[in-house]
């Protein structure tokens, strides 16, 4: 048993780790130290074994035999993998959150989409793209289905940065959520749920080259 305390320290440290992962401050592959991160968050190894067990289960690390913990890779198949589960489990997600959505729903949908349209860095655009998706499948009424969700985006996000980093950013409008959101508009979910499929397929295409 963790004490609270400790848990805390385990939530700042995984916190910490996951946004280095994500963003590309720690590279696929980058060794992660017990003793090293320990000593940064001035704790015990305890937490950190934890904080590594978390960020595992989040697929951000991998623990090597005889090389230790590591980011988790960010390849072909890592991309692949993470485009076939979204697109598997987001749509089942939008098939029951779809008949859901109240007005109050889609005008947050609406505001994740205006603000991904007005973001001007690559960050901003993230923050309002994971708002979106979220948004989009909030009302399903599935607590393990969305806590899945919440994974695969930090995934997805991983990706988004990669490509950033890799072919560059610029501000644009994205026209796939527009026209998710004009299928919730019109409750045409079968349209929505189609569109959500190609837009997943697309981000996967787009990742390839860069993995």
């Known amino acids: 048993m963790i004490a609270a305390d400790n848990m805390t320290t385990v939530a700042r440290i995984a ?8 963003s590309g401050a720690l ?6 130290r017990q003793d090293h991160v320990a000593r940064e968050f001035n704790s015990s190894h305890v937490p950190v074994r934890e904080a590594f067990r978390q960020l595992q289960a989040q697929h951000l690390v991998v623990a090597v035999p005889r090389r230790g913990v590591r980011v988790a890779p960010l390849d072909t198949r890592s991309v692949k993998e993470i485009a076939e589960m979204r697109a598997a489990l987001e749509v089942v997600a939008l098939r029951h959150s779809g008949p859901r959505l109240t007005t109050a729903h889609l005008a947050r949908i609406e505001l994740a989409l205006i603000e991904g349209d007005n973001a001007k860095t690559i960050e901003e655009f993230e923050m309002a793209n994971r708002a979106f998706h979220q948004a989009l499948v909030a009302p399903c009424g599935m607590p393990r289905l969305l806590a899945s969700l919440d994974g695969l985006q930090l995934a997805n996000s991983r990706l988004v940065f990669a490509m950033a980093r890799s072919v560059g950013w610029r501000p644009r409008s994205n026209q796939d959520h527009r ?27 787009l990742a390839l080259p860069a993995s």
């Open 179 to 205: 026209l998710i959101l004009q299928a919730l508009r019109t409750r045409n979910i079968d349209q929505a749920c189609n569109l959500l499929t190609r837009h997943i397929q697309t981000i996967e295409r």
């Open 15 to 22: 916190d910490s780790i996951a946004e280095r992962i994500i």
């Open 27 to 32: 590279e696929p592959g980058a060794p992660l």
